[in-house]
């Protein structure tokens, strides 16, 4: 199993709108780096779900349910790619990004580091911390 973040501006799509709607594409990635990292998760792989904005924090968890396939928003001839994912759970607290970036080892994770990255790999480590600190 692998471990994402995946991140959201709460007013377009937040984890309260995933819930509602039990699953989502996750479409409109349009960044590189974000997209290969779409195109390296499996079904069943756990993905923290981060609000933007003026929150900056972790808030939930979903889980992928479809692997990568062309993004309908996309052109034919473009790259583009989307998975489908689940709402799991909304964490008893949220995680912020100050918390992060405070934290001794999640301080070196790409959340951290690369901040604008709308899609990124976490290390189990990383993940377990982020769910511990979310228990208060």
Do not use: I
């Amino acid at each position: 199993m692998n471990y994402y973040l995946v991140k959201s501006e709460p007013e377009d799509y937040s984890l309260a709108d995933l819930k509602g709607d039990g699953k989502a594409m996750w479409d409109g990635v349009r960044g590189f780096a974000a997209m290969r990292n779409m195109k390296t998760m499996r079904r069943g792989d756990q993905v923290l779900y981060y609000h933007t904005g003026k929150e900056k924090a972790v808030v939930g968890l979903a889980s992928v349910v479809k692997e990568h396939y062309h993004d309908p928003a996309a052109p034919e001839n473009e790259p583009w790619c989307c998975v489908d994912l689940k709402y799991e759970r909304t964490l008893e607290r949220p995680v912020t990004l100050k918390e992060v970036k405070a934290h001794p080892t999640l301080k070196e994770s790409l959340l951290a580091r690369q901040s604008r990255l709308s899609v990124m790999p976490f290390t189990r480590e990383e993940f377990d911390l982020v769910l511990e600190l979310s228990r208060g």
